[in-house]
Each structure stands twice: as C-alpha cells, then as structure tokens.
C-alpha cells in the first residue's frame, strides 16, 4: 500500500473534523441568533413610540366616549344652557348650525390637541362631523406619521322635540381625509 492510500484509510483524525464541523454550525447558530437580537432591540424605541401614539389616540376617544354617553349629555336645539368652554357647548353650537341650514347642511370642526413642558402629550388631531339628521362622528388620529392609528367614535342621534341625545356609540377604525383635520 502506498503511502497516500494509507493516509486515506487512517480514521484517526476523524473525530477531530466531525467536531470542527459541529463548532462551525453552533457558531452560525449562535451569529443568527444575535443578530437577531440585535435587530429586535433596535426596533424596540420605534414599537414604544407607535405603542405611545396609539395608547394617545385611544385616550383621546375614550374620554370623547364618555363625554357623549354621560347622563347630562342631552344637547338643546333651542339655545344653549351650558358653559361655554364644555364639549356640550361645541355640539349644541354644531346643532343650531345644522338646525339653521334646515338640516341640509352638515356641520364639521376640526381639533388639535397637544401639549409642552415636562408632561407633554403625544399630539393628536381631530374632526368632529355632525350630519344633516344630527348624527355625529368623532374622528381622531396621530399627527406624525400623519393619520397614524385613526379611529371613529360614531353616535347614532335621537331626537325628541328640541333635545338630540346619543345612543349605539361605536368606536370603528376610521381613515382621516386628505386634506388634514
């Protein structure tokens, strides 16, 4: 036998290969998984933020939910009784609005919220749009990105002489217009 052949039959370092191998596929294991890691924590400020920007805008509907469902949320048609820095004010003035058009026209004010300092909120804008049958959707979304996480608070009216009261609120995904709110 030659000398070639012999070092071919040799298994000795066999062994020695199969767990070079073995490291190889741990480390490229090991290198995907870091990576991945890596990855995910980079996100991780931008999912803070989204997460931040919707918690904004879910707030936001909820306290305008509950503003429209509350007991004394019955708007008068024939003037206003309430203060003037209160949302009922904002909706009866959108009413008579709505009542002097002869209910043909539809009524729509658009809103900003946002704050500065140390408690500073995470901004959002807003419409509110009462129909001709005074019916009203509230809309609310994100600022940046622009029209981010819009949802739609949207009461269903009944009106009973000169008094509009809310009732079937749902709160819906909603898309923003174009042209800014």
Do not use: W
């Not at 995907?32 to 995910?40: A, K, P, R, T, W």
């Not at 820095?85 to 959108?94: P, T």
């Amino acid at each position: 036998m030659s000398l070639v052949q012999k070092k071919l039959a040799d298994r000795s370092g066999a062994s020695m290969v199969i767990a070079l191998l073995l490291f190889l596929v741990c480390s490229v294991v090991s290198a995907m998984i870091l990576v991945s890691i890596h990855q995910n924590s980079m996100r991780m400020p931008q999912m803070v933020e989204e997460q931040q920007q919707y918690q904004a805008v879910s707030s936001a509907l909820c306290v305008l939910k509950e503003k429209v469902t509350a007991d004394d949320m019955a708007l008068s048609l024939a003037g206003s009784t309430t203060d003037i820095n209160s949302f009922k004010y904002v909706l009866e003035q959108m009413a008579q609005e709505v009542k002097a058009s002869g209910s043909a026209q539809p009524y729509t004010l658009r809103f900003s919220v946002d704050g500065e300092g140390a408690q500073a909120l995470t901004p959002v804008r807003g419409e509110l749009h009462m129909a001709g049958n005074y019916d009203l959707t509230i809309k609310v979304c994100n600022t940046q990105p622009e029209g981010a996480n819009a949802l739609a608070l949207v009461c269903k009216a009944q009106v009973s002489g000169d008094t509009i009261t809310y009732s079937e609120v749902r709160v819906q995904g909603a898309v923003m217009g174009g042209d800014g709110a």
